[in-house]
């Protein structure tokens, strides 16, 4: 299985540089075989397989920049078209710009040329990078590729790509009490408490909410700025910072909660929901998306199944919120606002939305 790790790096002004102009160069053949593959398209002729290659002869350029990244460019760039060709409504691919452009590239594992040491990275082109290496990668673990960011506040930062076998790094973690190992849990989605569950409560710190006055005076400087000026980028790096604080204090407790779930239950039910859908009907809006359901319900699961558990979709149309956990009578009276109700059959008091899987 394959498995990510972030890792902050501060590389020096020369490698800043050159990381800089990766970005454009990965940028420049992003457009120009997107022209070549446009205009093939639109005469109705077939898309020849075009390389970075073909252009070093009329940008020199590009041959200061790691060749793979280039290469990881095309491939990308040909899988946008598949994506296109197997779902039209999501358009084509558009041109690139240096403002509306994420700034990362992705280079890959050739004869050792990446290395991970106790306080560095080495890169292709750049050699040794000063990093934070706060996790180490597993053991057996080999790398497979690097993708080098950098986040509207200017941080740098690699992401590294790792092949693991999950027999050798299946983790013991001890069980948080005396709970066997075909323990189970139900969760049910919750906007006020993000998921209701008789065994393991919720406490999600709600980030958005929490930063929005500090996040509205910071946008409301921004706007009285003159677009452009340096107290504008100045400014802009302030509000990004704010944004960055409340990703990371969501991604913190997500994992956090997630971890600690899969180390307590083996067998996993939850809530299969459309969260676009119920922001745009229900008028819930942000506040779907401050909890984050999508990202917990992907930790969920693997780190699920690092450990040999099971996580479990429930279909939307289940009645797990109307439905009793201890008689299994379904209530067709429960409205969508009833955070608890006693079951008027077997008269289980204070019954929680919660039947998924007990």
Known sequence: ???????????????????????????????????????????GRKMSRQTPAQYKKDYPYLKEVDSMALIN????????????????????????????SSRRY???????????GRNWIKLPKMGKVRAKIHRALPL??????????????GDYYAGVLVEIDPLKTKQNTDRLGAIESTASIGLDYSMPSFFVSTSFPASHPRPMKKNQERLARAQKSLSRKRRGSANYRRQQKKVARIYRKIADQRRDYIHKA?????????????????MVAMSRVLHFGSAVFDNGWSLFVHCLTYKAEEQGGTVTKVGRSYPSTKRCS??????????????????????AG??????VIT
């Open 326 to 347: 201890q008689c299994g009578i379904v209530n067709q009276e429960i409205r969508l606002g009833d955070r608890s109700w006693t079951c008027p059959s077997c008269g």
């Open 73 to 100: 460019v095309q491939l990308h760039l040909e899988e946008a078209f598949r994506s296109y060709f197997q779902q039209p409504r999501k358009g084509l691919p558009r041109h690139k710009t240096r403002k509306r």
């Open 258 to 274: 997630s971890r600690e779930i899969t180390n307590r239950f083996d067998v996993i039910g939850i809530e299969d929901i459309n």
């Open 106 to 116: 992705t280079t890959n594992l050739i004869k050792n040329n990446i290395e991970i």
């Open 350 to 355: 204070s019954v929680p939305k919660v039947g």
């Open 140 to 153: 057996g673990a080999h790398i497979k590729s690097v993708t080098v960011s950098q986040d509207r506040c």
């Open 1 to 43: 299985m394959n498995r990510s790790f972030k890792y902050r790096i501060y590389p020096t002004a020369q490698q800043a540089l050159l990381i800089t102009k990766t970005f454009g160069c990965c940028r420049k053949i992003w457009n120009l075989m997107l022209d070549d593959k446009l205009q093939e398209y639109r005469a």
